[in-house]
């Protein structure tokens, strides 16, 4: 009796033990199952379209050197409009009032001022900007902006179609898929880019560690990531150079260029202007036929061995150092006042910019930032100021709506990205607008 007994607990324990085996190798079938899942979902969805580009998302750039695959923040460019060409613009335009126009991907120039703006479109198109991104562009709003040179510097800022700025809720503002200016002369400050977005001020202790100053020269082509802070410093040239005809103050010393940014749907800011033709339809061939044929030179950034032919600029014990209050967007009237407000400090090494401008007349310099250089002071440290109320013109906002669902498509969904602040909201439930 009794060996029954411990025979039938035996076997009681037994099949309690194998029952706990089985759901034991149950639920690691079951774990095994779920993660071969989630590693065949991952394997085979489908990529964002910017990743078709061939640039990896985890680069901070996404702009390309011409002829490399070199990831760069900017390509300054000599030869795709000759300083002769340059020159007929500043002399057929020069006296022209500003506004911002556009020119669309397929439109047919109509004088001389459209035909350089097709001719660096399609540059930009088929050398600077990655494939899949520079199959969505639409066209460019441009304008002519001329800056006399009594004035230190031009307004610090980010890129963006000021029309449809805070049209839509928690985004302040978009930038272009592309910006450039192309200098029509020789005169004028530098135009100066630093490595700082409109993400890095959700961090008061976020500071830009790079900053490039792109001298200008009659046909010289700049095209820059639009996320970048940038304005001018005509203070940082020479008062006065032998080589020019005009000092500092003078009526022809005045900064005289061609802005484009690049866009998948006619900006709204552009909306309400028509541009009206100047009279000269093509290029006089008296300008240019000096010229040798167009041949565009792009000093490389960062070849093959890591090099690269720009100037370095560094600001040593006992230099001449200039400091700066630069005028940024938290002077003005601009929206973007409302985006963190801050006043910014930047100190350069003035004497060593301008032997190099002796020496090489129109240069691009790099500049590395450390904590002595510059210096950002925040009314309010750490806090987003937004603007009272969004803009709500039902026009803007269709634009507005349109140019993030293609940021969605083409661009990774982070703060750092091309998506301005706000766009991974929006991009989460853009099916729903």
Known sequence: MSWDVRGQFGRGYFCMARARSCAWHGTLLFVVCFLACVISVFLFLPRRAFSATGTSHRAKWYLR??????????????????????????????????????????????????????????????????????????????????LNNSRPQHTFHFDSDEATDYAMEDIPLIHPLLSTVTYLSDLGGPTVLMNYTMADPEDPLKLPSNMWLVMPRAGKHLAFD?????????????????????????????????????????????????????SLRHFSAAGSASEAESEVRVPTMCGAA??????????????????????????????????????????????????????????????????????????????????ARTNFDKVAHAIAVKMLRNR??????????MNPPGAVKFCSRADEL
């Open 306 to 387: 890591g090099g690269q032919d720009r100037r370095v600029i560094s600001a040593s014990p006992g230099e001449n150092v200039q400091r700066f209050e630069l005028q940024t967007f938290g002077f003005g009237k601009d929206v973007r006042e409302l985006w963190h407000p801050m006043d910014i400090f930047l100190k350069v090494p003035r004497l060593q910019l301008l032997d190099f401008e002796h020496a090489e007349r129109g240069g691009t310099y790099d500049y590395t930032l450390d904590a002595s250089a510059i210096e950002y002071v925040y009314d309010h440290p750490g806090r987003k100021v937004q603007a």
């Open 226 to 278: 639009p996320r970048l802070l940038h304005g001018v410093l005509s203070a940082l040239r020479s008062p006065c150079v032998s080589s020019l005809a005009g000092c500092a103050g003078s009526s022809r010393d005045s900064r005289f260029v061609l802005g484009m940014n690049f866009w998948e749907v006619r900006s709204a800011e552009s909306r309400p202007n028509e541009y009206r033709p100047g």
């Open 65 to 146: 050197e011409p002829g490399t695959d070199c990831a760069v923040p900017f390509v300054a460019a000599d030869g795709v409009l000759r300083p002769g060409e340059a020159a007929q613009l500043h002399a057929a335009y020069s006296g022209r009032s500003e506004g911002e126009f556009w020119f669309g991907r397929s439109d047919e120039p109509r004088d001389i001022l459209e035909e350089a703006i097709h001719r660096l479109l399609v540059y930009d198109l088929q050398h600077i900007l990655p494939g899949g991104v520079a199959a969505t562009v639409a066209g460019v709003s441009w304008r002519i902006i001329y």
């Open 408 to 417: 969605c498509e083409l661009f990774e969904l982070n703060a750092s990205a």
